[in-house]
């Protein structure tokens, strides 16, 4: 069947071997070979070279495999409606989620999800705020939650429920400089180096002239804090330890115990605040547990930032 040479064609492109592809459906190579054969007869066109290098797609090629991709998503979506049609309760979610996020409400909403739908496929992907847009259009992801971003904006396939803002403040190890200044400025704060995920574009429009920081990426794209890492866990140990500072939704910092010698600053920044959304296709209908799981997160979302409990460092001193 030619769903059976598309297959095979995908998968030579994955593996750039005819051996290695060939195990990876379970055939011959003689087989994928033949296959591939058919299909160049087929179009009437060469669509993979062989080189030294590996196997690789032609002009041609990708122009197929464009299509093939689209075809085996399609049928995919066949499949689900016809399990859902007959009644077998199989539901899949591909969710792509930025950084913070992940590390704050999210696995809340999934929980959630899973008590009421718990034979549902769950695969979550991190995402760059940057880089889900092609996943979301492609269709790999149904959902995204994420920041929202003006190239988000541009694509008009793509629809974007927004969250409500939630305030962000900086922090940084008790003791630190910072915590003998009640509300200390952002160029205050700027004078010291940032740990923590790479920050929107909208941030350097907050951290100009404030070097220590970071930087903006060379890409144009986001602001790079002068050291760069996703995991909040690592953020606080590095911050903890050194005069490094960080930056996090104020309902997040509000979970850090009290005496784990962390101190949340008073910076007047109104500016500073989340600006998150779920993200799908407008087109596309969702499944049950897509529905289920916008539904969730909303929820989940509200009641995580419902208790704000950090506030500045007791130490703090007035301004002179």
Not at 12 to 22: K, S, V, Y
Not at 183 to 190: C, Y
Not at 202 to 209: D, I, K, L, M, N
């Amino acid at each position: 069947m030619m769903i059976d040479l598309l297959e095979y064609a995908l998968a030579l492109e994955g593996e750039r071997n005819f051996a290695r592809a060939a195990r990876e459906l379970g055939i011959s190579q003689p087989t994928l070979t033949r296959g591939i054969q058919e299909l160049e007869r087929q179009f009437s066109a060469k669509l993979f070279d062989r080189t030294g290098r590996g196997v690789f797609p032609t002009p041609a090629g990708q122009i197929l495999l464009d299509r093939a991709r689209r075809i085996a998503l399609g049928l995919e979506e066949l499949k689900k409606e016809i399990r859902s049609f007959q009644g077998l309760q199989i539901a899949e979610l591909r969710l792509g989620v930025g950084p913070v996020v992940a590390q704050t409400w999210v696995p809340d909403a999934i929980a959630s999800l899973l008590k009421t739908h718990p034979q549902t496929e769950v695969h979550v992907k991190g995402y760059d705020f940057w880089e889900i847009a092609p996943d979301l259009i492609n269709q790999t992801l149904e959902l995204a939650i994420a920041e929202i971003i003006p190239d988000i904006c541009k694509h008009r396939e793509i629809s974007v429920i927004p969250l409500p803002d939630r305030p962000i403040r900086f922090f940084c190890r008790t003791g630190h400089p910072l915590t003998r200044i009640e509300n200390p400025t952002i160029a205050e704060v700027g004078q010291y180096p940032m740990a923590g995920p790479k920050l929107p574009l909208r941030a350097s429009e907050h951290f100009g002239g404030t070097r220590a920081l970071g930087k903006l990426s060379k890409n144009g794209m986001h602001f790079d804090p002068q050291v760069s890492c996703q995991s909040f866990d690592v953020c606080l140990r590095i911050i903890r330890a050194s005069d490094n500072i960080g930056i996090a939704p104020l309902s997040q910092l509000s979970r850090i115990p009290v005496d784990a010698g962390i101190a949340v600053l008073r910076c007047d920044a109104p500016n500073l605040k989340t600006n998150y959304g779920i993200m799908r296709l407008r087109e596309r209908t969702l499944t049950p547990s897509a529905a289920a799981f916008i539904e969730r997160s909303m929820l989940a979302e509200a009641e995580y930032n419902s208790d704000r409990r950090a506030t500045a460092p007791k130490n703090g001193k007035q301004r002179k």
